[in-house]
């Protein structure tokens, strides 16, 4: 299976540490930015620092992202893929939706 086949979860800060070594989903504001990594805040106004794929230096002109990747043992997330998101996004209804799908998985897979 490739990095990316089959469904992943979508999560927030606080769930970083269920997910250790899994491939997940998290939306975020973009806060600040180096070379190599990007702080996020998350919907549940928490922080999520991703380590930065080397193909993509772009995350520094975005403001609203949603990233791929896999949560490493140090709970941040290893890039795979970033993608915009709409600067109107709703953070406190998308919150809404991962805690339902923390609770409700099969509808959500």
Not at 11 to 39: D, E, H, P, W
Not at 54 to 63: F, G, K, W
């Amino acid at each position: 299976m490739s990095k990316m086949e089959g469904s992943t979860p979508r999560i927030t800060s606080s769930l970083l540490s269920k997910y250790r070594g899994q491939i997940v989903r998290c939306i975020g504001r973009v806060l600040n930015t180096t070379r190599t990594a990007a702080t996020l805040e998350t919907c549940d106004r928490g922080q999520v620092t991703v380590i930065l794929g080397p193909d993509n230096p772009t995350l520094i002109s975005r403001s609203n992202v949603e990233v791929v990747g896999r949560v490493t043992d140090e709970l941040t997330i290893k890039e795979f893929v970033t993608y915009d998101i709409n600067d109107n996004f709703d953070f406190d209804f998308y919150n809404s939706l991962v805690k339902m799908s923390q609770n409700y998985p099969n509808l959500f897979s």
